[in-house]
């Protein structure tokens, strides 16, 4: 960490994302933020800044907190680029897929699942996040999960990260879905819990019912974990109500959700995470963004990065697609990928703005106004990345 | 470039693109190429190969032709992120903005401009391209489009570039469209044709007409060049039309098509170029892709890169949009970036596939099978490059 106090200053624009989550992301432009102890003490005009014992001009560079992406699966081995092909061509998506990776991920050696892993958090960071929610979810048994929830948690990459307890996420080869239910929660969560923050279940058509999800989330909330789902996904199943009738954090997906799903999130605190990602990808609608956001709802979005429907971490192209495709302004995206990203992680007083007392994860891009994450969709590139208080090496992913 | 023969080969997926554009791209697996002089000599089976001076194993990378990127806006000055928000906001898009990139880029000095534009052609080969169109028209007097042409030109990027006059962009201030045309036609043209293998005009409600577009084009034949137009973007025009008329090499956008230029188009050897990215960021339509495959049209696919409207020279981000928001499968979308590209620009002799007589024009990619364009949006990356059989350095944009 910088030792001292460290002022950074800018000409150009600061997106703040402060306030209510689902106000712009307000903007000062001449601005100065002072860090210290990893901390932002004090955002403001440079005219009026503070003494510091070092000081770093931004010049012309757009500003924003570092991105938080709310919804990621990076644990996984093999490749299934052959699916999304086969799916754009003919075959509708069924998520079969997914008992493919648990095969390639189990015969991965601990070695090559921590290679991969780094990689992928590295490339995160490289596209200017610096909180990453990480689910297991390929492994489907109980040495698997509680392996990929420790290679999270060992994992060597400055990144702010949140592990989430994904076991039911497909039912396994050979047994019932019931009985894996039993078995996630009589023999997983007691050995899962400790290693994770979160409890998540893949609640949908083909995977788990809602009554099976709320047996699995109720043992979770039990073990003291908080709660999420991917909800609404592939049919409309009603696992949002759930959600927010089990005060979980975030629902996620919801591109099935109808007028009566999005009136019940929005009157509520769960967050509604969308990922625009695989929603283009699987190409089975996309989520109703303007309408969640009109009835008020506090709204996240995320990349979903897996092993079969979305293969980017890339948050900037997320910003963009949510701002061209769903009906969203691109301040709103932007609150939305880093305010909104930040409640659903339950990490509102923590990061996901810049205001004093949140952790000084800041990111200054090769861009000048925050209109280039739509203009230029995907290829808005970070020169600077600060979590924490520490500077980051900007890598080439 | 590299002496003597040389053999390229793999384990995994080359894609040929040869054939018939509309055909898959066709599939060897193993592979090997070999490449004497700058072309491609031979494709076959490893086990057929012949003698070669030296040679390269690529293992299991998916290998591509070098993509083509048949229409893009390089030469231009100024930042108009800032519309791209606003539009997304509230402000329907009307093009004016084009006047704003005018200004800033007769303001730029040469070098300024020169620089810019190296950057943009660097970040294009970064992502893929081998081959790339490049307009004029940020320049509006002949001073000024004959210089955008000159810096093209002059352009020291090793990359395979194809020179468009768009005197015809938009009408500069204080003069009148068919004065304007005029001086396109009169004193722009004979300046402007030595230096370009193309003209172009933007016949489009609130630019240029359809009876203004042939006036610019028939003159531009009669000077020698080939004829491309932007066609059919904000309104039905019947500029598609006019272009299969008047025996254009291509019609580019075609959000607004409807079935009658569908069938135009596609009983003509005109290539209809679609633009996804500035389909997706202006949000007005998208073009009818399905439609002209399904009617035999002839397709490629391009960035549009421009100042205003679309700002990424991402092929690999192109592939994926059009296999997964234009209905095309990823087959599709690789061969419309390719040998579709270069049917639009004449140069289906020259490059565009993998097939012996061809240059060597080739990318092996971070990847293992073309689907991943679709599962990584926007997020496949070359490992490495040949132009011309010369090996390009891979670097970071």
Known sequence: ??????????????????????????????????????????????????????????????????????????????????????????????????????????????EELTDMLAMRLRAAVAGGTTTIEAKS????????EVRALGLLAAADVPIRLVRTFLGAHAVPEGMGADEF?????????????????????????????????????????????????????????????????????????LEQLDAAGVAAVSASSTVATLLPGPAVVVGAGLPPARA??????TVAIATDANAGTFGSFSMPLVIGLAATLLGMSVDEALVAATAGGAASLGLSGVCGAIRAGLAAD????????????????????????WIGGNEMPVVPD
Do not use: N
């Open 181 to 253: 239910v039993q078995q996630v929660v009589d023999e997983m969560l007691p050995a899962a819990a400790p290693l994770a923050d979160f409890c998540d279940v893949f609640c949908d058509a083909g995977f788990f019912s809602v009554a099976q999800a709320e047996t699995v989330l109720t043992a979770g909330a039990e073990r003291g974990l908080g709660l999420r789902l991917h909800a609404e996904q592939l049919a409309r199943t009603g696992a949002a109500e759930l959600g927010v009738r089990l005060g979980a954090a975030s629902v996620d997906h």
């Open 292 to 297: 969640l956001l009109d009835a008020g709802a």
């Open 1 to 110: 960490m910088t030792d001292g106090r460290l002022l950074l200053s800018g000409s150009g624009r600061l997106c703040v994302a402060q306030a209510a989550v689902a106000d712009g992301p307000g903007v000062l432009s001449p601005w100065a933020v002072l860090v210290d102890a990893g901390h932002i003490k004090w955002v403001g005009s440079p005219d009026d800044a503070p003494a510091a014992d070092t000081g770093i001009d931004l010049g012309s560079a757009l500003v924003t907190p570092g991105l938080v992406d709310a919804h990621t699966h990076p644990v996984y081995a093999g490749d299934r680029s052959d699916e999304a092909a086969a799916r754009l061509s003919v075959v509708p998506y069924d998520g079969g897929g997914i008992l493919r990776t648990v095969r390639a991920t189990r015969a991965a050696s601990d």
């Open 362 to 385: 800041l990111v200054a891009w090769d861009a000048e106004h925050e209109g280039a994450f739509a203009l230029r969709l995907g290829d808005v590139q970070p020169h600077r990345i």
């Open 137 to 144: 979810g390929y492994g489907l048994s109980l040495t698997d």
